[in-house]
């Protein structure tokens, strides 16, 4: 077993193996990603979400970071300037002013079931799949970028530049805007998005409406934290140590 | 009489600029040759089907795909972009990567003819691109963040990072109740 292995088997470790004895037998995981048939539309019975260990993230999730450029081509845009780059992920520090606490938090899109950018996107674009990604559809994005504004976690970026060599999976253009999209494209081959697999010790993917899945059965007996909870857009996303 | 013969004249001579009109623009209007795709069908028969429909639908079926996937994420090879690129557009050509704005690419080289614009290479790329992602590993990653101009940190060393992080997690307690 690798270092990887074993950390995500002491992350997992816990409480999946409680799971596993009360449901089926222990030692045995249930394959959280299932990939869906090529040709069977995405369907509302899955819900996917993430959640993060921030404490177990050392690195801050810069390692998040680096693979979600690779996968996706980000953060590389020539001719912009820092303010203009693309954003998808981004590292968050926040300290607590009275212990001088700090914690650093990756923030992406956050997925949330009632997304303020859906509800405000002119054209449809902004929009959620049935499996509750949500993503834009850049082929009717018209870049009006009134999601952006609309967005608490500031979690989209606007394109402002011609860009060429993209990667075959993720098409990104100018006068578009765009945000993670929980790499729909590994998502659908049934592969764990790349932050995921980048920090597979701080981070674990799932189905949220599976109540036998490791997320939810971590969810139930541990909770998750939400980012700006108060504003109950029952998000995705969902982290530990903030 | 007269009337007649000047009617016939009139017809034969428009008929006359009518047929070396034609002829002119059957000489000019030969379609453009296509590059040869990379991958070729298994029977000529598979091959003239596809060009047929092709030649007439290509863009309804673009359509019709690019909205079942980014929707409802139906990946299949029919009709996707990707598969089309991957078959038509060689990797190199002349030791350069062809773009669309060569005149040689597949998709260009009939819509410069008809003068049609193309978008998908506004996002899409134009070339198949398939260098692979390297692996995707923790410790040889270079660590910038450019937005907030904090100093790249580096990794550190999984065994003291898991020490400190397994104390004040609260994963601790899970491993901790098991053990």
């Known amino acids: ?242 | 009489m007269l009337h007649k013969s000047i009617q016939s004249v009139i017809l034969t001579s428009l008929m006359f600029v009518l047929v070396t009109g034609l002829s002119a623009c059957d000489s000019n209007s030969k379609p453009p040759e296509l590059m040869k795709a990379v991958n070729q069908f298994k029977s000529d028969e598979i091959r003239d089907r596809h060009i047929e429909n092709m030649r007439i639908n290509h863009m309804d079926e673009l359509l019709h795909k690019r909205d079942e996937t980014v929707i409802n994420g139906i990946r299949t090879e029919d009709h996707s972009l990707k598969s089309c690129i991957n078959c038509h557009i060689p990797e190199q050509y002349n030791g350069k990567v062809l773009r669309s704005t060569d005149p040689e690419h597949f998709c260009s080289t009939c819509h410069n003819y008809v003068a049609q614009k193309i978008d998908c290479f506004q996002c899409h790329v134009d070339h198949p691109n398939n260098s692979k992602v390297s692996q995707i590993a923790p410790n040889d990653i270079i660590h910038t963040n450019a937005k907030l101009g904090t100093p790249s940190k580096k990794h550190l060393p999984s065994t003291v990072a898991e020490y400190k992080v397994e104390n004040l997690s609260k994963h601790k307690q899970v491993i901790g109740e098991k053990e």
Not at chain 1, 33 to 42: H, L, R, T
Not at chain 1, 47 to 68: F, H, P, Q, S
Not at chain 1, 92 to 117: D, F, Y
Request: aromatic share 6%.
């Open chain 1, 1 to 242: 077993m690798n270092d990887i292995n074993s950390y995500r088997r002491k992350f997992l470790g816990g409480l999946a193996g409680t799971a596993a004895v009360a449901t089926i037998a222990p030692g045995i995981f249930l394959r959280e990603v299932q990939a869906k048939p090529a040709d069977e539309a995405v369907s509302d019975k899955v819900r996917w979400g993430m959640l993060i260990d921030t404490n177990k993230l050392d690195d801050g999730g810069d390692a998040c970071i680096e693979a979600c450029k690779k996968e996706h081509g980000w953060g590389n845009d020539p001719k912009s300037n820092d303010t203009q780059q693309a954003q998808w992920i981004r590292k968050v520090k926040v300290t607590e002013k009275m212990t001088g606490h700090e914690v650093t938090l990756p923030v992406m899109c956050q997925h949330c079931e009632t997304a303020p950018c859906v509800d405000v996107c002119p054209t449809g674009a902004s929009m959620k799949r049935a499996d509750g990604i949500v993503q834009v559809n850049k082929h009717i994005c018209i870049g009006c970028r009134y999601c952006m504004m609309a967005c608490p976690y500031k979690a989209r970026s606007f394109v402002h530049e011609t860009i060429v060599d993209q990667r075959p999976d993720t098409p990104r253009g100018k006068g578009t805007v765009e945000s993670c999209n929980m790499c729909v494209n590994r998502v659908d081959d049934g592969k764990n998005p790349a932050c995921v697999d980048a920090a597979p010790q701080a981070m674990l993917f799932g189905d949220l409406n599976d109540p036998d899945s490791e997320i939810s059965q971590i969810l139930k007996k541990f909770g998750g934290t939400q980012i700006r909870a108060d504003l109950g857009l029952n998000t995705g996303v969902r982290y530990w140590g903030i």
